[in-house]
């Protein structure tokens, strides 16, 4: 092969009670990227379309996690990419993460699979970090293997992927307003009590049997968070009363997405999950604040090949 043509899905991440450790696979949201082999032993970054992001390839996070995945296999093998943006940056939804992954997953295919999936998040993490400023793999590792993943470890760094119960739905709102990564990461408290600490292991502890079990009623229990979202949450329009509305329409939790300003609701079936997306519909009309909107099953392969 000589081209491939791959759907980069969008995550969310941290789930709540899963800070930097902790992501989900959205299966109707994502950008779509032409990766192909050229003579010239260049990355390039030879179509952007969608959003306006960097053409040199040292700047755009999928040339430089291309150029990482390349320096480690010591190739001069030249690519070409094109990126078709549907995941706005600053979303909150695992733009850059999308880019990173579909790149590394698109020119691994294309050298013969040297890696396994597994192997490629390091190389993806390598745009994060241009990205935020941190090497955090809670997108790349789920749009990469699809599902749940958990990062166990970042030094060394190891991933669990997780179970994924079959009813599971995410609404996921995306209010028109950007939160920059590095920005949200500011903002966090660098120390928390032990309490809350303690709080939140037995909630990420709790999420992780849920998922083993299919203990929906469990999984919505888990998802809370003491440590971070009551930062972040100031910054996301109308976020408590969301969460309220959703729960009363049936989701099993509510949180931020990522950084934010997205924010998801976890729900059992589609038809409560229309029925909370048409809440938050009609909720955020009235509000008159411009958003994206969308229903989503968890996605369990991750990058796909079109």
């Given at each position: 092969?000589?081209?491939?043509?791959?759907?980069?899905?969008?995550?969310?991440?941290?789930?709540?009670?899963?800070?930097?450790?902790?992501?989900?696979?959205?299966?109707?949201?994502?950008?779509?990227?032409?990766?192909?082999?050229?003579?010239?032993?260049?990355?390039?970054?030879?179509?952007?379309?969608?959003?306006?992001?960097?053409?040199?390839?040292?700047?755009?996070?999928?040339?430089?996690?291309?150029?990482?995945?390349?320096?480690?296999?010591?190739?001069?093998?030249?690519?070409?990419?094109?990126?078709?943006?549907?995941?706005?940056?600053?979303?909150?939804?695992?733009?850059?993460?999308?880019?990173?992954?579909?790149?590394?997953?698109?020119?691994?295919?294309?050298?013969?699979?040297?890696?396994?999936?597994?192997?490629?998040?390091?190389?993806?993490?390598?745009?994060?970090?241009?990205?935020?400023?941190?090497?955090?793999?809670?997108?790349?590792?789920?749009?990469?293997?699809?599902?749940?993943?958990?990062?166990?470890?970042?030094?060394?760094?190891?991933?669990?992927?997780?179970?994924?119960?079959?009813?599971?739905?995410?609404?996921?709102?995306?209010?028109?307003?950007?939160?920059?990564?590095?920005?949200?990461?500011?903002?966090?408290?660098?120390?928390?009590?032990?309490?809350?600490?303690?709080?939140?292991?037995?909630?990420?502890?709790?999420?992780?049997?849920?998922?083993?079990?299919?203990?929906?009623?469990?999984?919505?229990?888990?998802?809370?968070?003491?440590?971070?979202?009551?930062?972040?949450?100031?910054?996301?329009?109308?976020?408590?009363?969301?969460?309220?509305?959703?729960?009363?329409?049936?989701?099993?939790?509510?949180?931020?997405?990522?950084?934010?300003?997205?924010?998801?609701?976890?729900?059992?079936?589609?038809?409560?999950?229309?029925?909370?997306?048409?809440?938050?519909?009609?909720?955020y009309e009235k509000k008159g604040i411009d958003f994206d909107l969308h229903l989503s099953a968890i996605n369990k392969q991750g990058v796909k090949?079109?």
């Amino acid at each position: 092969m000589k081209e491939l043509k791959v759907f980069a899905p969008a995550t969310v991440a941290n789930l709540s009670c899963g800070f930097d450790v902790l992501g989900c696979c959205l299966d109707s949201v994502g950008d779509e990227m032409v990766v192909r082999k050229n003579d010239l032993n260049e990355i390039r970054i030879t179509k952007v379309t969608g959003q306006e992001l960097p053409m040199e390839a040292d700047k755009n996070v999928a040339g430089v996690a291309v150029k990482a995945l390349l320096k480690d296999l010591e190739s001069d093998q030249g690519f070409d990419i094109e990126i078709t943006k549907r995941i706005k940056p600053g979303s909150g939804i695992g733009s850059s993460a999308a880019s990173s992954a579909g790149a590394v997953f698109a020119v691994n295919k294309l050298l013969g699979e040297p890696y396994s999936s597994n192997q490629l998040i390091p190389f993806a993490m390598q745009g994060e970090l241009i990205a935020s400023g941190n090497e955090h793999a809670d997108n790349v590792a789920p749009a990469l293997l699809g599902g749940f993943s958990l990062v166990r470890s970042y030094c060394p760094l190891e991933v669990l992927s997780l179970p994924v119960p079959s009813e599971l739905r995410m609404v996921v709102l995306h209010p028109l307003i950007e939160i920059k990564t590095k920005d949200s990461r500011s903002i966090i408290k660098q120390n928390i009590s032990l309490k809350s600490a303690i709080n939140q292991w037995g909630n990420l502890g709790a999420l992780i049997s849920a998922l083993y079990t299919d203990d929906y009623d469990l999984l919505g229990r888990s998802l809370e968070d003491e440590i971070v979202e009551p930062i972040r949450s100031i910054l996301i329009p109308y976020f408590q009363e969301l969460d309220e509305l959703s729960v009363a329409n049936g989701a099993l939790g509510f949180g931020i997405s990522g950084s934010g300003p997205s924010v998801y609701a976890l729900c059992k079936g589609d038809e409560n999950a229309e029925k909370v997306k048409q809440a938050i519909k009609k909720f955020y009309e009235k509000k008159g604040i411009d958003f994206d909107l969308h229903l989503s099953a968890i996605n369990k392969q991750g990058v796909k090949i079109l």
